[in-house]
């Protein structure tokens, strides 16, 4: 087993963690196919106008992707997500991302694995890797708990006090699938 496939503090490994980090406002994640390596990564950013918004339902995101070389400045927009059902939407007006391409079909892929709580899927199929910059308000992480959470200590209460006000738990409500039939794109990646 290489050190990339061992356990490591900005993986994260369960569905809940995955979806409460994608929707958390300023998420940059990359997924890894472990059978074959690809990889993308993806900004996830909340609307600023959706923030604050109690329904996750109605609150909008916008995904990006990486495709150069700078890390901070070479992403390509994609579409739009929404938390509650999770739907990815390409938008062909101006999303610079085509439906046929792997980056956009490995994100169906593993949103639809997040809806359906596919066991198995996280670490044996599909990793789900955090910068190191927390998902809410993008500082970078240095506390040992916030790595392995992905929210720094001030988000982390935050999260909390957001999830008590709305009367649900920290991680939003299960997701519906996003595609069906989606299950083997990541494999075919």
């Excluded at 050190?3 to 369960?14: D, F, G, I, M, N």
Aim: proline share 5%.
């Amino acid at each position: 087993m290489t050190a990339a496939r061992e356990k490591h503090p900005a993986k994260l490994e369960t569905w809940d963690a995955v979806r409460a980090f994608m929707f958390a406002g300023a998420a940059v994640f990359t997924l890894v196919s472990v059978k074959t390596g690809v990889r993308f990564t993806y900004k996830v950013r909340v609307k600023k106008s959706d923030v604050g918004k109690v329904d996750p339902a109605w609150v909008t995101h916008f995904v990006n992707l990486l495709r150069g070389p700078n890390n901070n400045q070479d992403f390509v927009y994609m579409g739009v997500v929404r938390n509650n059902p999770p739907r990815f939407f390409w938008t062909s007006k101006s999303g610079r991302v085509g439906r046929q391409s792997p980056a956009y079909k490995a994100l169906l892929w593993a949103l639809d694995a997040m809806a359906g709580r596919r066991e198995g899927v996280l670490g044996a199929t599909l990793e789900f890797w955090h910068e190191g910059r927390c998902g809410r308000c993008g500082r970078r992480l240095t506390v040992p708990d916030s790595i392995q959470s992905g929210y720094g200590p001030e988000c982390v209460l935050l999260k909390q006090k957001e999830a008590t006000f709305v009367g649900r738990a920290s991680a939003p409500a299960l997701l519906a699938p996003a595609v069906a039939g989606q299950g083997t794109l990541w494999s075919a990646v």
